[in-house]
């Protein structure tokens, strides 16, 4: 992707014509080979870096006049760092593999036009010292800078993480498997947070149609031709967010006896479906195989002397910590026939308030999020705005 980027966008591709050795990874832009002058009055060579605003493929002008850099902290001739542009130092995790030590600030009156005028303004200033040390040194190497393998799970690039600077702490959930078990509701809020992540495949499993009914539950609007066209569930819902990640698996099936070993290569499975023993026979598949999930649930009543609503949202963890409260908190019976859930209320907010709580958790799981509790069961009320979380490893 950084080759395509480079060559698409006339910003970056006026840096590598002019011969400086330009790179765009884990959503940065990279300079590599920038002289400068250290404190003992030596010259080096450090990599500057600018996280990337962009509109799908191409650049826009830089949401931040702030740089990072690679290397120590460029100095003047007399070894002294430069105040023109100091800022910060520290270690930066701007990625996995983006490890900045220092931070400048140099903001123009109206900011940066592109990023040509941002990296080779930075520049400039870093190389000065240097270039009065020795004249011919220069950022200008016209050394090619090979492209990475283009592994990444987006069609795009993850600009938000980037542009937060919390690319290292999402990359703690990068290229993981996961499953959905239904998508009626909770499971689709679930996707379609879930697919903002660098996961390698999110898995889809639901036998049911998407009809009229299910897009009032559902994120996004569907139109009525694609109503009228009755899709399965999965293949709606992967259509939609194969836009943006390319690891979206669809699988037109129920769970059964017959399939359910499927889940047991997962690394992590949620659980979006109605009670009954098809959920049982999933959870003890998954207990079998030591799979960690998350079941989520949800509860509405509807207080007829008020014409109100009443809803409990609950999601409860099973990991290798903790997995010995299912039976007292996950119910199998099947759901009546008459349950006020069973009457299509419209609970599209609930939904995602349950997809929400859920995708929290399993962030916490892998260590996205910081865990003091390690509570393994979370229930919001909505009627005292109550949220709960037990069961603590």
């Known amino acids: ?157 993850d600009t938000a993480s980037s542009r937060a600077g919390i690319s290292a702490v999402t990359a703690k959930v990068a290229m993981r498997r996961v499953a959905i078990v239904g998508l009626g509701g909770t499971g689709s809020y679930v996707l379609d947070l879930v697919a903002k992540t660098p996961l390698g495949e999110i898995h889809l499993y639901d036998g049911d149609l998407f009809l009229q009914h299910n897009a009032f539950r559902a994120p996004g609007a569907a139109s ?17 967010y194969a836009k943006m990640h390319r690891g979206i698996v669809a699988h037109h099936e129920y769970i059964g006896e017959e399939n359910v070993t499927q889940l047991q290569d997962f690394d992590f499975v949620f659980l979006c479906m109605d009670t009954g023993h098809a959920k049982k026979l999933i959870v003890e598949a998954l207990h079998a195989a030591g799979t960690p999930f998350i079941d989520t649930g949800m509860g509405v009543q509807i207080i007829e002397e008020s014409l109100q609503l009443l809803a409990i949202c609950r999601v409860t963890t099973s990991t290798s910590a903790k ?12 759901p009546a026939d008459d349950g006020d859930y069973e009457r299509n209320i419209q609970i599209a907010e609930l939904n995602a308030m349950t997809a929400a709580m859920a995708v929290i958790r399993w962030k916490k799981f ?24 037990d069961e603590t490893a």
């Open 1 to 157: 992707m950084s080759r395509a980027l480079i060559s698409r966008n006339p910003d970056l591709r006026r840096l590598q014509n002019e011969g400086y050795e330009v790179e765009v990874r884990s959503g940065h832009l990279l300079v590599h080979s920038v002289p400068y002058v250290n404190a003992k009055g030596q010259i080096g060579l450090g990599t500057l870096v600018s996280d990337l605003t962009m509109a799908g493929d191409l650049t826009t002008r830089p949401g931040s006049h702030v740089a990072m850099f690679i290397g120590e902290h460029p100095c003047s001739k007399d070894g002294s760092e430069i105040q023109q542009i100091k800022h910060n130092s520290s270690h930066m995790a701007l990625a996995p593999d983006v490890i900045a030590q220092h931070s400048f600030s140099n903001k123009p009156p109206q900011g940066y036009a592109d990023y040509y005028e941002k990296m080779s303004r930075y520049i400039e200033i870093i190389c000065a010292p240097a270039k009065s040390i020795q004249p011919g040194v220069t950022a200008r190497t016209y050394r090619v800078t090979e492209a990475a393998p283009d592994d990444g799970v987006f069609n795009y690039v």
């Open 224 to 240: 009525l031709d694609q109503l009228r066209g009755r899709p399965s569930k999965v293949a709606y819902h992967q259509a939609n």
């Open 323 to 334: 997995c010995d409260h299912l039976a007292r908190r996950v119910s199998y019976a099947p």
């Open 366 to 389: 892998y260590g996205f999020y910081q865990d003091i509790e390690g509570e393994h069961n979370s229930t919001y009320t909505t009627n005292c705005n109550l949220l709960t979380g």
